[in-house]
Structure formats: C-alpha cells, structure tokens
T-cell receptor, first 114, second 114 residues
Framework: DAGVTQSPTHLIKTRGQQVTLRCSPKSGHDTVSWYQQALGQGPQFIFQYYEEEERQRGNFPDRFSGHQFPNYSSELNVNALLLGDSALYLC?????????????FGPGTRLLVL | KNQVEQSPQSLIILEGKNCTLQCNYTVSPFSNLRWYKQDTGRGPVSLTIMTFSENTKSNGRYTATLDADTKQSSLHITASQLSDSASYICVVSGRNFGNEKLTFGTGTRLTIIP
C-alpha cells in the first residue's frame, strides 16, 4: 500500500519563474491538502481539494493555484516565484469527511528560489 | 484567533532519559488533537490522535495526554533513543461551518545525544 508520494523531491528555480509540484494520495484517499513549511516553522495551510474542486483555502495569494485530477492526484502551481517561496511543500491526504482519522503526509518537495 | 503554542522550542536530552513536550491551544470549536513527528526535511508522521473524550493515548514509547478543560496536551517520550531526534508538532483540528481547519504549532525540536 503506497503512502503519499510527491515529486520532485528537490527543485531550484529563479525569481519570476513558475513551478508545478505533484502529489499522489495514499490509496483509498480522495482529499488532498497542500502546505508550505518554512525552515523552523510549522506547516501553513495553502488549500484543499476534493472532487476536483478547491474546498478550502488558506491565506495565500492567487499566485498559488492547484488542480485535482479524476484519479485524486493533485498539482500545486506557483507563478511569479519570490525568494520567500523557498520552503518545503507538503502534500497530505485523507478520506473526505473522516476528520477523526489522521491525514497522511508525503515526504515533501524542497523548493529553493534564487 | 486559533493558536497552538508549543514548549519548549528545543530540547536536548541524553539517550535513555524521558522527556515531556507541551502544547497549549486556543482552537474553538475543538474536534481533535494530533501529535506528529517530523524528521528534518521529511513529511510529518502521525503519532497519536485524540478526540474530546480521550484523556490519554499511547503509541509505543510515546504517550499523549489531553486536558480539554485547560486546553493543554503533552507528549511523553519514555526511554529516548537516538532515532527520536526530530521535531514534534502539535496540530489541533477545529470545525468551522462544517469545514475542518487544522492549526499547527511551530514544533519542539528534540535532540537525543549519546
């Protein structure tokens, strides 16, 4: 049973560029959430996808957008990258509505913006 | 404003010793509280999840307690091992108009030395 997988593991971009990060949820999970974690900080919620729609959104600008595919996998897109976007981007999955169950996190994608 | 505060920020203990990490929260309405272990540069891994009616929950050498009246939780690690070196994140789940919202603490950085 594969857990949550993310790709790529590491990425280096320059300011102004665009980036796409990918996530495959744990088998049987239909809800995907994305988080940004700066060094030494806790994860910050970006948004959540269920049934291919954005269901909730944190305090992130429109430069951050996402998509969920019919197979429940998801992408996070960030446009016009800033130095401050450098962080570990985490994807987490769970079954929609089962809030008493924990969500499972992927290993993350480390993004460095130069 | 929903907040989760963890203490101490960092902790260094000798291998084999016990330690206790603290989490205070002001999340309302409360749904559940989770403790995660996060190795450097990796995604968080769930240790325990407790609902309002649960006072304690164990996972091997990890024991979490919850006092919903005082809005405090602790994570006790027994007979620490070098592999316990990681960040421990307290996450509180609240519900807002049917949507679950997670509030993350900034974590306690635990270092076990031989």
């Amino acid at each position: 049973d594969a857990g949550v997988t993310q790709s790529p593991t590491h990425l280096i971009k320059t300011r102004g560029q665009q980036v796409t990060l990918r996530c495959s949820p744990k088998s049987g999970h239909d809800t995907v959430s994305w988080y940004q974690q700066a060094l030494g900080q806790g994860p910050q919620f970006i948004f959540q996808y269920y049934e291919e729609e954005e269901r909730q959104r944190g305090n992130f600008p429109d430069r951050f957008s996402g998509h969920q595919f019919p197979n429940y996998s998801s992408e996070l897109n960030v446009n016009a990258l800033l130095l401050g976007d450098s962080a570990l981007y985490l994807c987490a999955s769970r079954i929609y509505g089962q809030t008493r169950e924990t969500q499972y996190f992927g290993p993350g994608t480390r993004l460095l913006v130069l | 404003k929903n907040q989760v505060e963890q203490s101490p920020q960092s902790l260094i203990i000798l291998e084999g010793k016990n330690c206790t990490l603290q989490c205070n929260y002001t999340v309302s309405p409360f749904s559940n509280l989770r403790w995660y272990k996060q190795d450097t540069g990796r995604g968080p891994v769930s240790l325990t999840i407790m609902t309002f009616s649960e006072n304690t929950k164990s996972n091997g050498r990890y024991t979490a307690t919850l006092d919903a009246d005082t809005k405090q939780s602790s994570l006790h690690i027994t007979a620490s091992q070098l592999s316990d070196s990681a960040s421990y994140i307290c996450v509180v789940s609240g519900r807002n108009f049917g949507n679950e919202k997670l509030t993350f603490g900034t974590g306690t950085r635990l270092t076990i030395i031989p």
